[in-house]
């Protein structure tokens, strides 16, 4: 899939969480539809990139098979995302960085087609995604010539990326704000939520199960 490649890109799978809405189960590792979470998304972006990051603080064994090389946290603590964000750019060897969520299965490549647009006219600068009001960070590209900002911010105290990447003057790929590509499978509800919707005749998805996707 050439079209989707940016030139020069690391793509980072974000799946160094303590998985809370799981019960501590590793979100990237649980299954949904005779799959681990992670593998949905390792087959979407694989063709994308020779450089492609999974960020772990756990079973990195299992996670090895999906990545060309495994980052983590510097701390142990799990001090959120931005941890594994800071820690894939270090890495990183492309231009850009694209991040993605481990527990996102449902995106698709007409989604990565338009981030890949959008940074490629944005030269520079963030790209993040912005469902309705709301911007989602975890969905976005970072260019690696950011890094000594975003490590400045990060010994400054800062902790969000969404902040951050505002900061460092993002632009936006708008989608809509009903749009369940984006919906994080993070809890047990959202899983059969979503083999539900998958599931579903050409009628199209229960109005049930579209408002649990959204919610995400």
């Known amino acids: 899939m050439p079209d989707l490649r940016l030139p020069s890109c690391s793509i980072l799978l974000l799946a160094g969480g303590r998985g809370q809405r799981m019960g501590g189960r590793d979100k990237g590792l649980i299954e949904w539809r005779g799959r681990p979470l992670i593998a949905w998304l390792h087959d979407l972006v694989r063709p994308m990139t020779e450089d492609l990051l999974v960020s772990c603080n756990r079973n990195r064994s299992r996670y090895a098979i999906y990545a060309d090389r495994l980052v983590h946290d510097a701390s142990e603590d799990y001090p959120g995302p931005l941890a594994g964000i800071r820690a894939g750019l270090a890495a990183a060897r492309g231009q850009w960085l694209l991040l993605l969520p481990c527990d996102t299965p449902l995106i698709d490549q007409q989604l990565l087609r338009s981030l890949c647009s959008a940074a490629i006219a944005a030269p ?93």
């Open 124 to 216: 520079g600068k963030p790209v993040m995604l912005r469902r309705g009001q709301q911007w989602e960070p975890l969905f976005s590209i970072i260019p690696t010539s950011l890094t000594p900002e975003v490590e400045a911010h990060w010994l400054a105290g800062e902790r969000s990326p969404q902040r951050l990447l505002l900061k460092l003057g993002a632009h936006a790929v708008r989608v809509a704000e009903d749009d369940i590509r984006l919906a994080n499978l993070n809890t047990p509800e959202l899983l059969a939520a979503a083999e539900l919707a998958l599931g579903t005749s050409s009628g199209g998805v229960p109005s049930d199960v579209l408002t649990i996707l959204q919610k995400e």
